[in-house]
């Protein structure tokens, strides 16, 4: 019985030892999957992503200098900042990613700084570089990017081509499209090769049979005796032994055969197209082999009849040379081409985001109207083209027209955009495409050098065709700028006029901001500058902008003087110009410095800015300007040019003061400093009445113009607002502005104490309002606000000149806004406004320093409010209501106006709020 219990009492010692060890085991298990998780929480809660190279992700066929490197970093921890940071770029990548470059080693630089410019050795065109980043957290912990990024030399010099500007021939009037071939054999193993194209028009590259890249429209629009772009493509995957490559030119804006106002047929730089091309290949031996365009290109026609940027385009399909841009392709008939002068003797880098077709919509419906006219409905209007899917007759005419409206019998109407169209004959019909079928079975037609207004498209063909609803597709097109912003609410007008104004937005970049993509697709300067800021907080557009800026420093006159369009081929420098249109010259390089924080805009304009203002001062005795057009298209009450028109002046005169200061310009900075004071003097002295604290007549644009650019003085401010808020409501809470009251209207309002009734106004859906394009079925913004039919047939439907209520949106509503003194969103001006009627809104913006969100909604009588405030930046939050419930770990206190204000470190934020 002793032996049965000590073995008894063996084994339940040994089930309890075992049961201790297991759930040990299992212990340590636990603490080491922690571990594990907790490193790598840490290490996904703190990386270094997003690093470009002059804006661009790992950019080739550069120019610049001393290109800038900006990237983000991710630390989700309150406080979180950059302590500091350290640069390797070298050619070499392992060398780089030890941190070795052997072209510039920063060493730890303690600096928060995210956009810094290269400093190193002098780079060398065509060369590649790699460069390696590393940070330092608060705790200056070391953080090393996960992976290397690059950026790759171009030209940099016009002594570096070696090919020749090649042409078809010199006849402007010719309409068949020019095709260039040549064959080259590789005989070596390829380690990298780059085509480098400048073209005075448009380009289709093609290598074996290949269209190379994805770009539409290349090159962007230019002042082409001034200055031409050239694009890098790398085509090391298109080649092989035995080689073909084709170019095919399209007129573009470079030899504009269709006639209109603007006189681009008459442009001094008008010729045939042309282009110059340099193959540069380098093979794994190390040695290396350019082929250029010269004369043994040889060139013919093809399908493409005729191309016209403004109009449409020709091609007939049974002219087509199968095969011409191929190896072995029998080019026997095909003449030689020749030499030609380059158009201007500038010839840079096109770092942008490039146009491209950006979505494809298939019709919302489909009319058979009988066996040879089809119409389609793509549900919403567009910039692009329309692609067909047909299967006919050899010989058979297809006519594929585009426009915004239909009428009353459902038939098109291009009466809105047809209006400046001035055409010699019926050979050129406008937004109507015309194509021939071969008759070899389904064939696919897309234009290649021209992009339209539309959201409805006509087949009208000479014989009976058979066509489905999948037979048509709208093509998207634009600049392709990343989407950094996004809103959302409870009121589905607003997400409605939010998309509505991005369309407009996009479907007016196309390298350069245009006013309409259908009737004029001009580079309209007043129309950018007013829609500067909705364009940056809903899209990364600083490439196109520094492009169009340099389009102006291009076309500026040596007095000063801006055209009104721009580029232009000379239009617009006696009529429609002025401080209030012109003024893009300052305000879009002072938006983006306020949006990025770059300077670099700014010192590019600098000179051109100080000529520009000295005109206006040479001509404007009094510090009071008539030159301008004005509030453009009011709704009933025209505020006096001289009024607005000066201003504007006053706005140009404090950009150049401020950016005198920023770089230490003392002279500059005390000279414009006082016309500015001057200015605003002057104005207030012949159009205020401090008695009445009325600007003029009273009207909306007055009294919004005057306290969005700071116009009146401090002591006045509280009662023009009043009087601003007086005067709307006698207008039955609807706007009375033009264009430059369109910029200051809402701003005005609900930065002075009255958020409220600009959310009243702003979301109104009878005339005169944004809401009203909308009711009328809008998903792009108008050029009038009259929607009826007296406005009907002579106004664009999409137009972005209008679109400040797309910035409204984020800086009243989700009180985001960047800090001129801190720019770069480095500090962020939190205000938003929790306006009656609205239950809810969430904007996020997508800055240089990460995503900021503003996130509020009603409940119960409360409000909730999220903030986001992304690493390495800060916030300085303002909230309008009773009591703050819920804090969350800040210290609040009031402001002069008795708001609640605090100071954000980055990190999220959650805060309850009685209104």
Request: net charge neutral; with cysteine.
């Amino acid at each position: 019985m002793k032996f049965i219990f000590k073995k008894f009492q063996y084994f339940f010692l040994q089930n309890i030892l075992n049961w201790r060890l297991t759930r040990l085991k299992k212990l340590i298990t636990l603490v080491f999957i922690g571990f594990v998780w907790n490193t790598h929480s840490q290490n996904d809660l703190l990386r270094v992503y997003d690093l470009k190279s002059e804006y661009l992700a790992n950019p080739i066929g550069l120019d610049v200098k001393t290109p800038r490197f900006t990237w983000k970093i991710k630390d989700q921890r309150r406080g979180a900042f950059q302590k500091a940071y350290k640069i390797s770029v070298g050619t070499d990548s392992s060398n780089v990613a030890a941190g070795n470059g052997s072209h510039w080693n920063t060493g730890k630089i303690n600096s928060d700084h995210q956009l810094v410019v290269y400093g190193g050795k002098a780079l060398q065109a065509f060369h590649k570089y790699y460069w390696s980043l590393t940070v330092w957290d608060k705790n200056n912990k070391k953080v090393e990017c996960d992976r290397l990024s690059s950026f790759e030399m171009g030209m940099m010099e016009a002594r570096n081509w070696k090919g020749s500007w090649i042409s078809d021939s010199r006849n402007i009037d010719k309409k068949e499209s020019a095709y260039f071939r040549k064959e080259f054999n590789i005989k070596k193993k390829i380690k990298k090769a780059r085509v480098y194209i400048a073209t005075a028009g448009l380009f289709e590259l093609y290598l074996n049979g290949k269209k190379v890249g994805d770009h539409q429209l290349d090159p962007t629009y230019t002042r082409f005796d001034r200055r031409n772009l050239y694009v890098t493509h790398d085509v090391s995957e298109y080649l092989q032994q035995n080689n073909a490559i084709g170019v095919l030119l399209g007129n573009g804006w470079f030899n504009h055969q269709s006639t209109a106002v603007w006189y681009f047929h008459e442009a001094p730089w008008r010729a045939r197209p042309m282009f110059c091309l340099d193959l540069k290949v380098t093979y794994e031996d190390g040695s290396k082999e350019t082929f250029s365009s010269d004369t043994d290109w040889k060139n013919s026609s093809g399908s493409l009849i005729f191309n016209s940027i403004y109009t449409a385009e020709h091609q007939n399909a049974q002219l087509e040379q199968k095969g011409w841009n191929t190896s072995g392709f029998d080019d026997i008939k095909w003449k030689k081409s020749i030499v030609t002068s380059a158009p201007s003797d500038n010839i840079v880098a096109q770092a942008l985001h490039p146009i491209k077709n950006n979505l494809e919509i298939q019709a919302v419906k489909m009319r058979k109207i009988n066996p040879q006219k089809y119409i389609y409905d793509l549900g919403r209007n567009i910039s692009g083209v329309s692609r067909i899917k047909v299967k006919g007759e050899a010989g058979t005419v297809l006519k594929v027209t585009h426009s915004e409206l239909l009428d009353d019998r459902g038939e098109l109407d291009l009466s809105n955009i047809i209006v400046h169209y001035r055409p010699t004959d019926d050979n050129d019909p406008f937004q109507t495409d015309i194509y021939t079928l071969s008759g070899e079975g389904a064939e696919t037609f897309v234009p290649k050098f021209n992009y339209k207004g539309f959201q409805y498209i006509e087949v009208l063909s000479d014989k009976p065709i058979e066509l489905t609803e999948q037979s048509v597709t709208g093509i998207f097109m634009h600049s392709a700028v990343p989407p950094v912003g996004k809103v959302n609410s409870s009121n589905p007008l607003i997400n409605k006029l939010w998309s509505a104004t991005n369309n407009a937005y996009l479907s007016n970049l196309f390298g350069y901001p245009t006013d309409c993509p259908q009737r004029e697709k001009n580079g309209w300067t007043g129309d950018a500058h007013i829609a500067i800021e909705t364009g940056l907080y809903n899209f990364d557009g600083i490439t196109v902008y520094e492009k169009w800026l340099a389009d102006h420093r291009d076309e500026q006159q040596s007095n000063g003087v801006l055209p009104a369009i721009i580029p232009s081929s000379g239009w617009g420098y006696q009529w429609a110009n002025g401080p209030d249109w012109t003024s893009s010259l300052a305000i879009i390089p002072w938006n983006i410095y306020q949006f990025y924080g770059d300077q670099k805009l700014l010192a590019d304009c600098y000179d051109n800015i100080k000529r520009y203002v000295d005109h206006i001062t040479e001509i404007s005795p009094g510090y009071i300007t008539n030159w301008g057009l004005g509030d453009w298209v009011p709704v009933k009450s025209k505020t006096p040019k001289q009024f607005t028109s000066s201003i504007y002046y006053y706005v140009d005169a404090k950009i150049l003061a401020n950016t005198a200061k920023l770089f230490g310009e003392e002279d500059d900075y005390q000279k414009y400093s006082e016309l500015a004071a001057n200015i605003k003097k002057e104005i207030n002295s012949r159009f205020f009445d401090p008695k009445t604290a009325i600007y003029g007549s009273g009207f909306q644009t007055e009294l919004s113009t005057a306290l969005f650019w700071g116009i009146v003085p401090e002591e006045y401010v509280e009662k023009v607002a009043n009087n601003l808020a007086k005067k709307v409501i006698l207008d039955n809470s609807h706007i009375d502005v033009g264009l430059l009251g369109s910029k200051a209207i809402l701003n005005a309002l609900s930065e002075n104490g009255h958020p409220d009734l600009a959310y009243k106004v702003a979301t109104q859906d009878d005339f005169p309002s944004w809401g009203a394009w909308v009711k009328e079925g809008a998903t792009t913004l108008f050029e009038d606000w009259k929607v009826d039919e007296e406005r009907k047939g002579a106004m664009s439907r999409n137009h972005i000149m209008f679109g400040e209520i797309g910035a409204w949106f984020y800086k009243a509503l989700g009180g985001i806004k960047p800090d001129p003194e801190r720019p770069g969103f480095k500090n962020i001006l939190s205000e938003p406004h929790f306006v009656t009627g609205l239950e809810k809104f969430e904007a996020q913006h997508n800055g240089p320093y990460g995503k900021i969100l503003s996130s509020w909604k009603k409940d119960n009588g409360k409000i909730f409010f999220d903030i986001i405030v992304p690493p390495n930046s800060s916030a300085t939050l303002v909230i309008n209501g009773k009591e703050i419930n819920e804090k969350d770990g800040v210290k609040f206190s009031k402001n002069k106006k008795g708001a609640f204000q605090a100071k954000l470190l980055s990190g999220k934020y959650h805060f309850e709020i009685i209104r």
